[in-house]
Protein backbone atom coordinates (compact mmCIF):
# COMPACT_ATOMS: atom_id res chain seq x y z
CA UNK A 1 0.00 0.00 0.00
CA UNK A 2 1.68 2.74 -1.34
CA UNK A 3 -1.01 5.36 -0.65
CA UNK A 4 -2.77 8.36 -2.76
CA UNK A 5 -0.28 10.09 -5.22
CA UNK A 6 -0.63 13.30 -6.93
CA UNK A 7 0.92 14.70 -9.89
CA UNK A 8 2.22 17.30 -10.38
CA UNK A 9 2.55 18.21 -6.81
CA UNK A 10 3.06 21.80 -7.77
CA UNK A 11 1.90 24.08 -10.95
CA UNK A 12 2.26 27.26 -11.90
CA UNK A 13 0.26 28.85 -15.01
CA UNK A 14 -0.80 31.93 -16.65
CA UNK A 15 -4.83 32.73 -16.76
CA UNK A 16 -6.34 31.12 -19.83
CA UNK A 17 -4.19 27.99 -19.89
CA UNK A 18 -5.84 24.31 -19.43
CA UNK A 19 -3.82 22.21 -16.52
CA UNK A 20 -4.70 18.24 -15.64
CA UNK A 21 -3.79 16.57 -12.50
CA UNK A 22 -3.10 13.11 -12.02
CA UNK A 23 -4.73 11.03 -8.65
CA UNK A 24 -3.29 7.43 -8.42
CA UNK A 25 -5.68 6.14 -5.43
CA UNK A 26 -4.89 3.36 -3.38
CA UNK A 27 -5.36 0.26 -5.70
CA UNK A 28 -8.08 -1.56 -4.14
CA UNK A 29 -10.45 1.48 -3.33
CA UNK A 30 -13.40 1.84 -5.66
CA UNK A 31 -14.42 5.20 -4.68
CA UNK A 32 -11.92 8.53 -5.35
CA UNK A 33 -12.58 11.67 -4.57
CA UNK A 34 -11.67 15.58 -5.89
CA UNK A 35 -11.72 18.46 -3.13
CA UNK A 36 -10.33 21.74 -3.41
CA UNK A 37 -8.77 23.73 -0.17
CA UNK A 38 -8.07 27.55 -0.39
CA UNK A 39 -5.84 29.00 2.95
CA UNK A 40 -7.99 29.16 6.28
CA UNK A 41 -10.80 26.92 4.79
CA UNK A 42 -11.25 23.25 5.10
CA UNK A 43 -11.39 21.12 1.81
CA UNK A 44 -14.55 21.53 -0.26
CA UNK A 45 -16.45 18.91 -2.61
CA UNK A 46 -15.91 18.69 -5.94
CA UNK A 47 -16.84 15.24 -7.21
CA UNK A 48 -16.71 11.76 -6.60
CA UNK A 49 -16.57 8.28 -8.31
CA UNK A 50 -17.33 5.28 -7.91
CA UNK A 51 -15.39 2.82 -9.95
CA UNK A 52 -15.24 4.65 -13.34
CA UNK A 53 -18.73 6.21 -12.97
CA UNK A 54 -18.76 9.94 -11.60
CA UNK A 55 -22.02 10.14 -9.15
CA UNK A 56 -22.02 13.82 -7.93
CA UNK A 57 -20.42 16.81 -9.27
CA UNK A 58 -20.58 19.74 -7.18
CA UNK A 59 -22.91 22.38 -8.25
CA UNK A 60 -19.80 24.72 -7.49
CA UNK A 61 -17.71 23.18 -10.01
CA UNK A 62 -18.14 25.21 -13.32
CA UNK A 63 -18.25 23.67 -16.76
CA UNK A 64 -14.74 24.90 -17.07
CA UNK A 65 -13.76 21.64 -14.70
CA UNK A 66 -13.68 17.98 -15.97
CA UNK A 67 -12.70 14.83 -14.29
CA UNK A 68 -12.27 11.27 -15.40
CA UNK A 69 -11.69 8.01 -14.25
CA UNK A 70 -11.87 5.89 -17.00
CA UNK A 71 -10.19 2.43 -16.34
CA UNK A 72 -11.71 2.77 -12.70
CA UNK A 73 -8.06 3.06 -11.75
CA UNK A 74 -6.45 6.52 -11.60
CA UNK A 75 -8.20 10.34 -12.25
CA UNK A 76 -7.42 13.53 -13.82
CA UNK A 77 -8.90 16.59 -13.11
CA UNK A 78 -8.70 19.19 -16.04
CA UNK A 79 -9.29 22.68 -15.83
CA UNK A 80 -10.03 24.79 -18.28
CA UNK A 81 -9.40 28.77 -18.83
CA UNK A 82 -8.32 28.90 -15.69
CA UNK A 83 -9.15 31.78 -13.85
CA UNK A 84 -7.11 33.31 -10.86
CA UNK A 85 -9.81 32.54 -8.61
CA UNK A 86 -8.90 28.55 -9.50
CA UNK A 87 -5.35 29.24 -7.42
CA UNK A 88 -5.68 26.29 -4.89
CA UNK A 89 -4.63 23.29 -3.28
CA UNK A 90 -6.46 20.43 -5.34
CA UNK A 91 -7.27 17.18 -2.94
CA UNK A 92 -7.36 13.65 -4.34
CA UNK A 93 -8.62 11.07 -1.93
CA UNK A 94 -10.05 7.24 -1.97
CA UNK A 95 -12.02 4.80 -0.11
CA UNK A 96 -13.38 1.40 0.05
CA UNK A 97 -17.37 1.31 -0.81
CA UNK A 98 -18.36 -0.27 2.35
CA UNK A 99 -15.90 1.85 5.17
CA UNK A 100 -16.64 5.68 5.09
CA UNK A 101 -12.47 6.85 6.00
CA UNK A 102 -10.64 8.90 3.25
CA UNK A 103 -7.16 8.18 2.43
CA UNK A 104 -5.73 11.37 0.72
CA UNK A 105 -2.94 12.35 -1.42
CA UNK A 106 -0.26 15.31 -0.61
CA UNK A 107 -2.26 17.74 -3.03
CA UNK A 108 -1.51 19.71 -6.18
CA UNK A 109 -1.31 22.92 -5.32
CA UNK A 110 -2.28 25.35 -8.56
CA UNK A 111 -0.56 29.13 -8.96
CA UNK A 112 -2.58 30.77 -11.62
CA UNK A 113 -0.83 33.74 -12.18
CA UNK B 1 -28.29 23.81 5.24
CA UNK B 2 -26.30 20.94 6.29
CA UNK B 3 -22.98 22.20 8.02
CA UNK B 4 -19.68 21.81 10.11
CA UNK B 5 -18.54 24.62 12.41
CA UNK B 6 -15.18 24.61 14.32
CA UNK B 7 -15.87 27.58 16.73
CA UNK B 8 -11.97 28.02 17.08
CA UNK B 9 -9.57 28.66 15.03
CA UNK B 10 -6.59 28.03 16.75
CA UNK B 11 -6.38 26.24 20.81
CA UNK B 12 -3.58 26.43 22.75
CA UNK B 13 -2.41 24.27 25.19
CA UNK B 14 0.73 23.04 27.31
CA UNK B 15 2.33 20.08 26.94
CA UNK B 16 1.12 17.42 29.12
CA UNK B 17 -2.18 18.83 29.81
CA UNK B 18 -5.91 17.31 28.61
CA UNK B 19 -7.09 19.01 24.88
CA UNK B 20 -10.14 19.37 23.77
CA UNK B 21 -11.11 20.71 19.65
CA UNK B 22 -14.32 21.22 19.26
CA UNK B 23 -17.31 20.61 16.29
CA UNK B 24 -20.61 21.10 16.03
CA UNK B 25 -22.76 19.77 12.95
CA UNK B 26 -26.00 20.49 11.36
CA UNK B 27 -27.55 17.94 9.20
CA UNK B 28 -30.61 15.65 8.68
CA UNK B 29 -30.54 12.45 9.61
CA UNK B 30 -28.03 10.21 11.34
CA UNK B 31 -24.78 11.78 10.64
CA UNK B 32 -21.11 10.07 10.21
CA UNK B 33 -18.93 12.01 12.21
CA UNK B 34 -14.94 12.23 11.25
CA UNK B 35 -11.61 13.70 12.64
CA UNK B 36 -8.79 14.40 10.12
CA UNK B 37 -5.55 15.73 11.00
CA UNK B 38 -3.08 17.41 8.70
CA UNK B 39 0.23 18.16 9.49
CA UNK B 40 2.78 20.87 7.72
CA UNK B 41 3.35 19.85 3.91
CA UNK B 42 1.29 16.38 4.27
CA UNK B 43 -1.96 15.54 3.51
CA UNK B 44 -4.51 14.92 6.15
CA UNK B 45 -4.97 11.92 7.90
CA UNK B 46 -7.69 10.17 9.44
CA UNK B 47 -8.10 9.90 13.31
CA UNK B 48 -11.10 8.81 13.88
CA UNK B 49 -14.82 8.06 12.98
CA UNK B 50 -18.35 7.42 14.77
CA UNK B 51 -20.86 5.65 12.59
CA UNK B 52 -23.27 4.18 15.11
CA UNK B 53 -22.67 2.48 18.76
CA UNK B 54 -20.80 3.70 21.60
CA UNK B 55 -20.57 7.58 22.02
CA UNK B 56 -17.21 7.64 22.97
CA UNK B 57 -14.89 6.26 19.86
CA UNK B 58 -11.38 5.65 20.22
CA UNK B 59 -8.79 7.15 16.97
CA UNK B 60 -4.89 6.90 16.48
CA UNK B 61 -2.01 8.60 18.40
CA UNK B 62 -4.27 8.87 21.84
CA UNK B 63 -7.25 10.73 20.46
CA UNK B 64 -10.54 9.94 20.84
CA UNK B 65 -14.06 12.08 20.73
CA UNK B 66 -17.46 12.03 22.28
CA UNK B 67 -20.68 12.19 20.00
CA UNK B 68 -23.40 14.20 21.66
CA UNK B 69 -26.78 14.08 19.70
CA UNK B 70 -28.06 16.46 21.44
CA UNK B 71 -25.85 18.98 21.44
CA UNK B 72 -24.97 17.93 17.93
CA UNK B 73 -21.45 18.05 18.52
CA UNK B 74 -18.44 15.76 18.15
CA UNK B 75 -15.59 16.91 20.37
CA UNK B 76 -12.14 16.06 19.97
CA UNK B 77 -10.43 15.14 22.75
CA UNK B 78 -7.27 13.50 24.81
CA UNK B 79 -6.23 13.30 27.98
CA UNK B 80 -2.21 14.43 27.74
CA UNK B 81 -1.11 16.53 24.60
CA UNK B 82 2.28 16.11 23.00
CA UNK B 83 3.76 18.82 21.01
CA UNK B 84 3.83 16.47 18.09
CA UNK B 85 0.25 17.09 17.99
CA UNK B 86 0.66 20.28 17.06
CA UNK B 87 -1.54 20.21 13.74
CA UNK B 88 -4.26 21.60 12.11
CA UNK B 89 -7.22 19.40 12.68
CA UNK B 90 -10.49 19.02 10.49
CA UNK B 91 -13.62 17.26 11.90
CA UNK B 92 -15.94 16.25 8.91
CA UNK B 93 -19.55 14.97 8.69
CA UNK B 94 -20.91 12.77 5.86
CA UNK B 95 -24.08 13.11 4.68
CA UNK B 96 -26.52 11.52 2.59
CA UNK B 97 -29.49 11.62 0.13
CA UNK B 98 -31.48 10.84 -2.02
CA UNK B 99 -29.06 9.08 -4.62
CA UNK B 100 -25.85 9.90 -3.14
CA UNK B 101 -23.70 11.10 -0.36
CA UNK B 102 -21.21 14.10 0.53
CA UNK B 103 -18.94 14.92 2.95
CA UNK B 104 -18.76 18.43 4.80
CA UNK B 105 -15.67 19.74 6.40
CA UNK B 106 -15.11 22.46 8.74
CA UNK B 107 -12.91 25.30 8.51
CA UNK B 108 -10.36 23.60 11.21
CA UNK B 109 -8.65 24.53 13.76
CA UNK B 110 -5.07 25.00 14.43
CA UNK B 111 -3.75 23.21 18.06
CA UNK B 112 -0.19 24.85 19.02
CA UNK B 113 1.17 22.25 22.00
CA UNK B 114 4.05 24.07 24.19
CA UNK B 115 6.48 22.51 25.90
Known amino acids: DTGVSQNPRHKITKRGQNVTFRCDPI?????LYWYRQTLGQGPEFLTY????????KSRLLSDRFSAERPKGSFSTLEIQRTEQGDSAMYLC???????????FGPGTRLTVT | AQSVAQPEDQVNVAEGNPLTVKCTYS??????LFWYVQYPNRGLQFLLK??????LVKGSYGFEAEFNKSQTSFHLKKPSALVSDSALYFC?????????????FGAGTRLFVKA
Open chain 1, 49 to 56: FQNEAQLE
Open chain 2, 27 to 32: VSGNPY
Open chain 1, 27 to 31: SEHNR
Open chain 1, 93 to 103: ASSLEDTYEQY
Open chain 2, 92 to 104: AVRTTYTGGFKTI
Open chain 2, 50 to 55: YITGDN
